[in-house]
């Protein structure tokens, strides 16, 4: 009896100690808060001190423009987690990061898509289906601003390579007018290519006269002594020698 009973409460003792564990490391971490991913969202809270305001209170075309300003650092930040994510995933299976700024990321992914669904819901309230391209049209937006931050840099650009590897002049276009050309005398056509003479026509045969009876002659074909297709293969092949000739000279030979 004591040699079942020391094997059964062993299995109950692991068991329930790794329960316990499990229960208090869930609810410490449940408890814990991990530092943000992102730093604080300040499109959203422009946002929200704007509908707060009652006196007097925000236009509508100012909630709009709000509302695109925040969906255009939700983009921003939706971009930074697709390119952070398989990154981060990758070092944390090697090692070198800890769970912490994993379970930041993955609590940066839960914020956003509550984001996201509350932006559209903002969006449908003024324009009916507008939460479905205000995203779109906040990455155009977007877009947009790099592009022009881009061009106003090319001055300081340009003057950090001058300061650096010394001024050199730029090549000029110089497009002067075309001096207006005399008009050129029309070349006269030309005259149409001799045309080749024809081949002279075969002469026809007349058409023999009707007999004073009323009777056809008989065709000119048969008169002027043509042959059919048999007769002229008949012609142009030689005559083989006859079976009895070639008897008679094995005959003769024998």
């Given amino acids: 009896m004591a040699s079942v009973l020391i094997p059964v409460l062993y299995v109950f003792i692991v068991f329930g100690s790794l329960l316990v564990f499990s229960y208090f490391y869930r609810r410490r971490n449940a408890s814990k808060v991990y530092e943000p991913y992102f730093p604080p969202h300040h499109e959203r809270d422009v946002y929200f001190s704007l509908m707060q305001m009652s ?134 056509q030309q005259s149409s290519a001799p045309s080749t003479p024809s081949t002279p026509a075969r002469p026809e045969t007349p058409s023999s006269a009707k007999s004073s009876n009323g009777l056809a002659p008989p065709s000119a074909s048969a008169d002027s002594g043509t042959f059919s297709d048999s007769d002229r293969s008949v012609a142009s092949s030689p005559r083989s020698p006859s079976k009895s000739s070639s008897s008679k000279k094995s005959k003769k030979r024998k």
């Fill in 55 to 188: 006196d007097p209170p925000a236009s509508e075309s100012l909630l709009k423009a709000a509302l695109v300003r925040r969906a255009m650092t939700d983009v921003t930040r939706i971009i930074r987690l697709r390119e952070d994510k398989p990154a981060l995933q990758n070092l944390l299976q090697k090692g070198s990061i800890g769970d912490d700024l994993w379970n930041s990321l993955l609590a940066a992914e839960k914020e956003m898509e509550a984001e996201i669904l509350e932006v559209a819901a903002e969006a449908n309230a003024y324009v009916e289906g507008w939460g479905s391209v205000i995203f779109q049209t906040a990455t155009e937006m977007m877009h947009n601003e790099k592009m022009r931050s881009l061009v106003e840099q090319i001055p300081a650009i340009r003057a950090e390579a001058e300061r650096k590897y010394g001024k050199t002049a730029l090549p000029r276009l110089i497009v002067e007018a075309a001096a207006a050309a005399p008009p050129t005398p029309s070349t006269p």
